[in-house]
């Protein structure tokens, strides 16, 4: 038995799945199955039932789960300690993001870090909102990056940055060169919106019922780009966060109206595990995260719109 066993072990529990941890490790079907084999035989219990589909750890393995998760993590942090005790940061450090982050944001922030830390290991992987939290509860990755940041018995959240909401139109909208309007003049009008089990759905369905507007909703997403792509032909109008429009209204292809006298912001903020210290590669990142903490990058002007980008399936996505 071995520590690289106890991570396929834990990867298959947290995974559900023999091939998926098995193509994570770099190894066959039958060598992950191979190993679970040998720890039951070591341990003269069944740690996996198979009969499951998925298959699902029995009682004995979720407590054999939940120590290997201890143990892979005491670790990595040992490791990373080793490695950084003299002045270069050599360690890892494992990212899960919302899609909405950006990519552009969040590359950038990679480069400076790794500018920086020429040594460290950094992996970022974006995901659903869901998959982000079960990331990092599970000890996939180190640190999270959500909207609504929300502290649990498992999950510690620290708020990052607040992001402006502004309405978001195509240039030839009815909307598009007016300086601001009221959350009440999209009473109404057609909207591109967030799918309606996301937080940030129910975050702007209030502000909007609170200023007496519905609009009516024409194609619901879970994703921004999705949302900037229907906008773009103008399929309706979107509230959107400021900052994630930089790069469209720089290229001409959506208008930016900000909100009057409305106080809407999307929050972002940093998750990890409780009570579990970071490894200090990742307590690096968090300190240049933190860094960025008022960062916009939206462009001041928006030049004028080129023709309108084809949208190939106005429908709702499924996810």
Known sequence: MNLKSLKIFCDIVSRRSFSKAAADNGISQSSASQVVGQLEAHLGVRL???????????????????GCQKIIAA????????????AE??????????????LHHMSRYLQEFISRHPKANVRLEYLHPDRVLESVEQGQADIGIVSYPRSTRAIEAEPWREEPMVLVCAPGNEFAGRVQVSLGELHGQRMVAFDSDLVIRHEIDRALAAAGAEPAVVMEFDNIETIKRAVEIDA??????????????????????????EELVRPLGIIRPRGKPLPPTAERFVELLRGHAHDLDTPATQPAAPSAPTFPQPARATS
């Open 48 to 66: 996996i039932d198979r009969s499951t589909r998925p298959p699902a750890a029995t009682s004995e393995g979720q407590a054999f789960y939940e």
């Open 75 to 86: 670790y990595d942090a040992l490791e990373d300690q080793v490695r950084t005790l003299h």
């Open 89 to 102: 940061v050599a360690g890892r450090v494992r990212v899960a993001a919302i899609y909405s982050v950006g």
């Open 236 to 261: 309706g109008v979107a509230l959107l966060p400021e900052p994630t429009v930089g790069r469209e209204l720089a290229a001409g292809t959506l208008s930016m109206v900000r909100l009057a006298g």
